[in-house]
């Protein structure tokens, strides 16, 4: 079964400089890709997904992933995070369309001043 | 606006009763989800619904069962509730075939069984 790995529970970074999440899947072949995100208090948000085509996506809230099929990975980046961006951060996958998708555990991010 | 309604935001139950958590959807979707989430441990799946009457097991369905009697409404229920089973219940609905949209959650309901 499709499964996903999110290496980082907590990350800090500071305000303006840039972020990486990582996520690793494992699948035989090119899974559906998601990243979620969950504000305190909120219910979840999409922010990108992939499925097929260009492996460098571009999502909401100026954050952008990319699809590497050789290293298994979808991280996800921002090139400058706003003190609004902390948040539970959640990598998905699904393996064909119709099937349910499975989390990560998250990673939760902290933005210092 | 689109719409996934999970009836109570907050329950406080009993070990050992009967649990029903609810969830409408407005969107006319065939596929919907329950997942619980706890701290450290995400999203994970327990049951899920292609369609009316169509249930599959997620990856912990243990302790709960599941009803889609009509295509709006999907409900959760735990047969006799116990303390392992305090956590935030989300659910979730798809339109058929399109794994590659988004899921559209409901606020979640945070269950304490004491």
């Known amino acids: 079964a499709q499964s996903v790995t999110q290496p980082d529970i907590h990350i800090t970074v500071s305000e303006g400089a840039s972020l990486e999440l990582r996520c690793n899947y494992s699948?035989?072949?090119?899974?559906?890709l998601f990243w979620y995100v969950q504000s305190p208090g909120q219910g979840l948000q999409l922010l990108l997904k992939?499925?097929?085509?260009?492996?460098l996506v571009q999502g909401i809230k100026g954050f952008e992933a990319e699809f590497k099929r050789s290293q298994s990975s979808f991280n996800l980046r921002k090139p400058s995070v706003h003190w609004s961006d902390a948040a539970e951060y959640f990598c998905?996958?699904?393996?064909?369309?119709?099937?349910?998708?499975?989390f990560g555990k998250g990673t939760s991010l902290l933005v210092t001043p | 606006d689109v719409k996934v309604t999970q009836s109570s935001r907050y329950l406080v139950k009993r070990t050992r009763e009967k649990v029903f958590l609810e969830c409408v959807q407005d969107?006319?979707?065939?596929?919907m989800f329950w997942y619980r989430q706890d701290p450290g441990l995400g999203l994970r799946l327990i049951y899920f619904?292609?369609?009316?009457?169509?249930?599959e097991k997620g990856d912990i369905p243990e302790g709960y069962s599941v009803s889609r009697e009509k295509k709006e409404r999907f409900s959760l229920i735990l047969e006799s509730a116990s303390t392992n089973q305090t956590s935030m219940y989300l659910c979730?609905?798809?339109?058929?075939?399109?794994?590659?949209?988004?899921?559209?959650f409901g606020s979640g309901t945070q269950l304490s069984v004491l």
């Open positions: 979730a609905s798809r339109r058929q075939g399109t794994t590659n949209e988004k899921l559209f």
């Open positions: 699948y035989g072949a090119t899974p559906y």
């Open positions: 992939y499925f097929s085509g260009d492996t």
């Open positions: 998905a996958v699904a393996a064909n369309s119709g099937y349910a998708l499975n």
């Open positions: 969107m006319d979707h065939e596929n």
């Open positions: 619904s292609y369609d009316v009457k169509m249930k």
